[in-house]
C-alpha cells in the first residue's frame, strides 16, 4: 500500500506561480513511476507531468517550458513547480504513483488561477 497526501494549491494570478507537494508513504520502495495528473470541471483527467524512478520526465504539451516536476528521494516527496500559470490551468491536482501493478491516488488539491 502507498499513502500520498498532496499541498500547495491555491488560488493564483494569471502569470504567477504555485508549488505543488506530493508525500508519498507506505510500501515506497515499489513505487517506479509518480505523477501529477489534473481535472478541470467538466473535462477528463489527464496527465500534467511524470517522473520515472531513474528520473526520466515528461510532460504534457500543454505545461512543457511552465511546469517541472522534481523528487527528493530523501523525503519520499514529489513536487510541481508551476510558473506562469493560465486560467487553463485551473483545475483539481492529483498526484499518482504506480506500485507494481497498483495505481495509487492522492485526494486532490485545487488550482484556481484568475485573469
Known amino acids: 500500500q502507498v499513502q500520498l497526501v498532496e499541498s500547495g494549491g491555491g488560488l493564483v494570478q494569471a502569470g504567477g506561480s504555485l508549488r505543488l507537494s506530493c508525500a508519498a508513504s507506505?510500501?515506497?520502495?515499489?513505487?517506479?513511476?509518480m505523477a501529477w495528473y489534473r481535472q478541470a470541471p467538466g473535462k477528463q483527467r489527464e496527465l500534467v507531468a511524470a517522473v520515472t524512478r531513474g528520473g526520466t520526465r515528461n510532460y504534457s504539451d500543454s505545461v512543457k517550458g511552465r511546469f517541472t516536476i522534481s523528487r527528493d528521494n530523501a523525503k519520499n516527496t514529489v513536487y510541481l513547480q508551476m510558473n506562469s500559470l493560465k486560467p487553463e490551468d485551473t483545475a483539481v491536482y492529483y498526484c499518482?504513483?504506480?506500485?507494481?501493478?497498483?495505481?495509487?491516488w492522492g485526494q486532490g488539491t485545487q488550482v484556481t488561477v484568475s485573469s
Open positions: 507506505g510500501s515506497i520502495a515499489s513505487i517506479n513511476f
Open positions: 499518482s504513483a504506480r506500485a507494481l501493478s497498483t495505481t495509487y
